[in-house]
């Protein structure tokens, strides 16, 4: 059983709309699935009030993203809204807070895979989903990307290769068939990558990393 964490933040749906179809393809997958949204920050910048408060109800049983969701995961998705070509601040203050898990090594090797939504298109979706990389990158986790191969990801008003991205012109709840189709793609890519690492991880003297003698030459406890 392969677990996966889908890490979120979203101020008017979009977002959310992408967390729901990545969950209900991993599960229909197989995979154990948690959904978490990152902890508020005080005063956001609200465009649409009345969806940032629809999106409250709708999502107020959802638990908050702690640092074991990421420890017990072997994928790990995150998704954010596009903010001056940046992850939401949300997300980033989620991420400021991971170095004790991610210090230790305890996120290497985890399959992981960003997905953005932007008002504009062109407007920074690509750019957010690399920020969200390089973060990776400190992790010592493993990106998975949607390359360029999938046809549903050459649809007009999707984000091919980094990863999933959204046009929402502003409008709430706004994803499109083809977006379903590209997140869909995404999850089950980040799924098989995290099962592959899983399984070739197993401990294979002489090959991997995970040899008793290895551990003990870098000093890794994983
Ligand atoms: C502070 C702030 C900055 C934003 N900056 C950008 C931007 O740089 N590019 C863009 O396309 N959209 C930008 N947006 C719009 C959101 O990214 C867009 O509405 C997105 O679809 C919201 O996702 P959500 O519905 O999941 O909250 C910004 C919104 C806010 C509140």
Request: with cysteine; hydrophobic share 40%.
């Amino acid at each position: 059983m392969t677990n996966i964490s889908i890490i979120f933040h979203s101020r008017s749906g979009n977002i959310y709309q992408l967390v729901e179809k990545a969950a209900q393809t991993a599960r229909a997958a197989g995979a154990e699935v948690r959904v978490r949204k990152v902890a508020e920050l005080p005063d956001p910048m609200i465009l649409d009030k009345q969806a940032y408060q629809d999106l409250a109800t709708a999502t107020a049983d959802i638990p908050e993203a702690g640092l074991d969701d990421l420890v017990w995961a072997d994928a790990i998705m995150i998704g954010t809204p596009v903010h001056y070509g940046l992850p939401a601040p949300q997300i980033l203050n989620f991420f400021d807070h991971t170095g004790p898990v991610a210090i230790p090594g305890k996120l290497m090797n985890k399959a992981v895979s960003a997905f953005a939504s932007g008002s504009m298109p062109h407007a920074g979706q690509q750019a957010t989903i690399l920020a969200l990389h390089n973060a990776f990158c400190h992790w010592g986790s493993v990106i998975v990307s949607n390359g360029s191969a999938a046809a549903v990801l050459h649809q007009p008003g999707n984000g091919a290769p980094y990863g999933t991205g959204t046009i929402s012109r502003h409008e709430a709840n706004s994803v499109t068939d083809d977006n379903l189709g590209a997140i869909e793609y995404q999850t089950l890519r980040t799924l098989q990558v995290a099962g592959a690492l899983k399984r070739g991880l197993e401990p294979e003297p002489g090959i991997t990393l995970v040899s008793e003698e290895r551990l003990r030459k870098f000093g890794l406890d994983i």
